[in-house]
């Protein structure tokens, strides 16, 4: 059987340049409307999927109408005596248009998997947008832009319907496999059909399997086994240097549809906690300095430099603030090793051997020396992926760091953390930021946390600043309920004024001496749970008859829920939370009650 191969080379050569032309238009097109917000975004969005929906022949006869001799551009081609119609151009312009949809969305797809902090961190790394997309985003998105590429191919190859109609079926010059199937089975030679319908099938699966046999071979190649530790004895020099002492002035309002966050502080190069419950707005302040968020109005001002001004219109780009941010999933780019991570944000221009002796420093000064580069395998080193979850948190610190930015963000870095490996990084953390001369602000809802590594807190509560304090005046004097609630107050009763240094507790139902002045302002008193004295002398001052109604256990202590003046008729009936070591539970618990317990004057605290 004597076959024309022209629909052979004729498909190859129509489907390899409309999958050429939709690659670059497809992927500039999904890349567009990842970030296009505007109000025809669904029409848009209509028009480049519609070659998916309709059918193909109102697809070949709307190319028919815009490239035909009447229509615009075949107008426009008429001087030069060029038509596109019946053309093998024609057949590529056909298949070019129906295999668009496919590469469109499913580039789109693998860019809207991208985790969105990889950019915003990225952004605060000085990135430029082009730099972030060659070495962040198309990296990323790169299985699924050859798979849609794959797709793309084999759709414009199987195209049929609108490449019959703007070129036609001319043997030799436009007649592609699949015509050449159709109109072999109209003249019943079955054996043709046949041939063609396998060359095609052999084709299209080919590509399918060339690209997941890579991506196979890819994930195999991110998994390898990570390789031995070195020794390195250097201190970090980075640590130690900044262009200048971290002071931040930060007055900003930002009004959402269910949110509305105003606050105004200032931070130095001690620690400032954020401290709150979720919704306070810890995280949007942090976004709002990092230039991830516009805020509605206010000014954000660091070491004497505008960074964000309402008024006068001032907006500097995450790239140019200079400000290091540790999210709260690490947001390590996943196809750079340790060593690339931590390099993105040095500066340009950096020697290869500069670079390897900055990212050593980082990692010998967070105790990760043999992670990063070997003189053998330059920047070939372990994969976020090969990391646990401690050493993912310290090699994006020092990323962070490595920048040398003016202020350092850190969003709840222990949240997902298991109780002994967030001791040690606590540990680790308190000795960094003692030798970074930068302002840091440390979000957290963990007040034992906050206490550990921040000199001064920031209370937040619905958007608003509660208290700005040092760390000992806010657990010692809470401003009101909530804060000393944020700060593990378990026990308050309303109160008012009996005597002169004397307080009525409503709620306890008895009468309190206080050290703190009393004045018209507070309505409630309250004492921590661990400042409750358990007393074996009943004459003392604030000393009361109390029963325990139950209690509940940790590790090292035990709460003690308890009554005064009578007896509990229910677990929920008490009036206070004590808390004691369970050594010393051991030796109180077989007492007979009543027991007398004291509330210290001295640790009774007056709030609104």
């Given at each position: 059987?004597?076959?024309?191969?022209?629909?052979?080379?004729?498909?190859?050569?129509?489907?390899l340049?409309?999958?050429?032309?939709?690659?670059?238009l497809?992927?500039?097109?999904?890349?567009?409307?990842l970030?296009?917000?505007?109000?025809?975004?669904?029409?848009i969005?209509?028009?480049?999927?519609?070659?998916?929906?309709?059918?193909?022949?109102?697809?070949?006869f709307?190319?028919?109408?815009?490239?035909?001799?009447n229509?615009?551009?075949?107008?426009?081609?008429?001087?030069?005596?060029?038509?596109?119609?019946?053309t093998?151009?024609?057949?590529?312009?056909a298949?070019?248009v129906?295999?668009?949809?496919?590469?469109?969305k499913?580039?789109?797809?693998?860019?809207?998997?991208?985790?969105?902090?990889?950019l915003?961190?990225?952004?605060?790394?000085?990135?430029?947008?082009?730099?972030?997309?060659?070495?962040?985003?198309?990296?990323?998105?790169?299985p699924?832009?050859?798979?849609?590429?794959?797709?793309?191919?084999?759709?414009?190859?199987?195209?049929?319907?609108?490449?019959?109609?703007?070129?036609?079926?001319?043997?030799?010059?436009?007649q592609?496999?699949?015509?050449?199937?159709?109109?072999?089975?109209?003249?019943?030679?079955?054996?043709?059909?046949?041939?063609?319908?396998?060359?095609?099938?052999?084709i299209?699966?080919?590509?399918?399997?060339?690209?997941?046999?890579?991506?196979?071979?890819r994930?195999?190649?991110?998994?390898?086994?990570?390789?031995?530790?070195?020794?390195?004895?250097?201190?970090?020099?980075?640590?130690?240097?900044s262009?200048s002492?971290?002071?931040?002035?930060?007055?900003?309002?930002?009004r959402?549809?269910?949110?509305?966050?105003?606050?105004?502080?200032?931070?130095?190069?001690?620690?400032?906690?954020?401290?709150?419950?979720?919704?306070?707005?810890?995280?949007?302040?942090?976004?709002c300095?990092?230039?991830?968020?516009t805020?509605?109005?206010?000014?954000?001002?660091?070491?004497?430099k505008?960074?964000?001004?309402?008024?006068?219109?001032?907006?500097v780009?995450?790239?140019?603030?200079?400000?290091?941010?540790?999210?709260?999933?690490?947001?390590l780019?996943?196809?750079?090793?340790?060593?690339?991570?931590?390099a993105?944000?040095?500066?340009?221009?950096?020697?290869?051997?500069?670079?390897?002796?900055?990212?050593?420093?980082?990692?010998?000064?967070?105790?990760?020396?043999?992670?990063?580069?070997?003189?053998?395998?330059?920047?070939?080193?372990?994969?976020?992926h090969?990391?646990?979850?401690?050493?993912?948190?310290?090699?994006?610190?020092?990323?962070?760091l490595?920048?040398?930015?003016?202020?350092?963000?850190?969003?709840?870095?222990?949240?997902?953390?298991?109780?002994?490996?967030?001791?040690?990084?606590?540990?680790?953390?308190?000795?960094?930021?003692?030798?970074?001369?930068g302002?840091?602000?440390?979000?957290?809802?963990?007040?034992?946390?906050?206490y550990?590594?921040?000199?001064?807190?920031?209370?937040?509560?619905?958007?608003?600043?509660?208290?700005?304090?040092?760390k000992?005046?806010?657990f010692e004097?809470?401003?009101?309920?909530?804060?000393?609630?944020?700060?593990?107050?378990?026990?308050?009763?309303?109160?008012?004024?009996?005597?002169?240094?004397?307080?009525?507790?409503?709620?306890?139902?008895?009468?309190?001496?206080?050290?703190?002045?009393?004045?018209?302002?507070?309505?409630?008193?309250?004492?921590?749970?661990?400042?409750?004295?358990?007393?074996?002398?009943p004459?003392?001052?604030?000393t009361?008859?109390?029963?325990?109604?139950?209690?509940?256990?940790?590790?090292?202590?035990?709460?003690l829920?308890?009554?005064?003046?009578?007896?509990?008729?229910?677990?929920?009936?008490?009036?206070?939370?004590?808390?004691v070591?369970?050594?010393?539970?051991?030796?109180?618990?077989?007492?007979?009650?009543?027991?007398?317990?004291?509330?210290?004057p001295?640790?009774l605290?007056?709030?609104?």
């Open positions: 059987m004597s076959i024309d191969l022209s629909p052979l080379w004729i498909s190859l050569k129509t489907s340049l409309a999958t050429f032309i939709t690659f670059f497809g992927i500039t097109a999904a890349y567009w409307m970030g296009y917000r505007g109000k025809a975004k669904s029409l969005e209509g028009v480049f999927v519609a070659p998916l929906i309709l059918p193909p022949t109102v697809i070949g709307l190319l028919l109408l815009f490239f035909g001799k229509g615009p551009v075949g107008k426009l081609m008429q001087p030069f005596d060029f038509s596109i119609v019946f093998w151009y024609g057949a590529a312009i298949a070019t129906v295999s668009f949809p496919l590469m469109y499913t580039a789109l797809g693998a860019f809207e998997q991208i985790d969105s902090n990889l915003r961190v990225a952004r605060t790394l000085g990135a430029k947008e082009s730099t972030i997309f060659w070495r962040i985003s198309l990296p990323l998105a790169l699924g832009i050859l798979a849609a590429t794959t797709l793309a191919f084999a759709r414009a190859l199987g195209e049929f319907g609108a490449t019959l109609m703007l070129a036609g079926n001319i043997p030799g010059q436009t592609t496999i699949p015509m050449a199937i159709y109109f072999a089975v109209e003249a019943g030679a079955m054996n043709e059909a046949w041939f063609w319908a396998i060359a095609i099938m052999v299209s699966l080919s590509g399918i399997i060339i690209v997941n046999f890579w991506q196979e071979l994930e195999k190649g991110g998994q390898r086994g990570q390789r031995g530790q070195r020794g390195q004895g250097r201190e970090s020099s980075l640590l130690q240097t262009s002492p971290g002071r931040l002035l930060v007055d900003i309002e930002k959402l549809s269910s949110f509305h966050l105003q606050v105004a502080f200032t931070a130095d190069e001690q620690p400032l906690g954020l401290l709150g419950g979720s919704g306070a707005g810890k995280s949007m302040i942090l976004r300095l990092a230039g991830i968020e805020p509605t109005k206010g000014r954000i001002i660091l070491n004497g505008v960074l964000f001004d309402s008024e006068q219109k001032i907006n780009p995450s790239r140019d603030r200079r400000i290091g941010f540790l999210f709260q999933n690490y947001a780019f996943p196809h750079m090793t340790v060593a690339q991570n931590i993105f944000g040095l500066p340009k221009g950096l020697s290869p051997g500069s670079i390897r002796v900055l990212v050593e420093e980082q990692l010998s000064a967070m105790q990760l020396q043999g992670l990063g580069d070997s003189p053998a395998n330059t920047f070939s080193e372990r994969y976020p090969q990391l646990s979850g401690g050493q993912q948190q310290r090699v994006a610190l020092a990323r962070a490595a920048s040398q930015p003016e202020v350092l963000l850190l969003d709840e870095p222990f949240s997902a953390l298991d109780t002994h490996l967030r001791s040690q990084l606590e540990q680790q953390m308190t000795a960094t930021l003692a030798n970074y001369q302002a840091t602000l440390f979000v957290t809802h963990n007040m034992e946390e906050a550990r590594i921040c000199p001064n807190l920031l209370v937040l509560e619905h958007g608003r600043a509660v208290q700005h304090d040092s000992q005046n806010i004097h809470p401003a009101n309920v909530s804060v000393a609630q944020l700060t593990g107050c378990k026990n308050f009763s309303r109160a008012v004024s009996y005597a002169s240094q004397q307080v009525e507790a409503i709620d306890w139902g008895c009468t309190l001496q206080v050290i703190e002045p009393v004045n018209s302002e507070f309505s409630h008193i309250g004492i921590r749970a661990h400042q409750i004295i358990f007393t074996n002398n004459n003392q001052e604030n009361f008859q109390c029963w325990v109604v139950r209690t509940s256990e940790t590790p090292h202590r035990t709460t829920f308890i009554k005064l003046h009578s007896a509990g008729h229910s677990p929920q009936d008490y009036h206070l939370q004590a808390e070591f369970k050594e010393k539970w051991a030796i109180m618990k077989d007492q007979p009650f009543p027991w007398y317990v004291r509330l210290d001295l640790q605290m007056l709030m609104k």
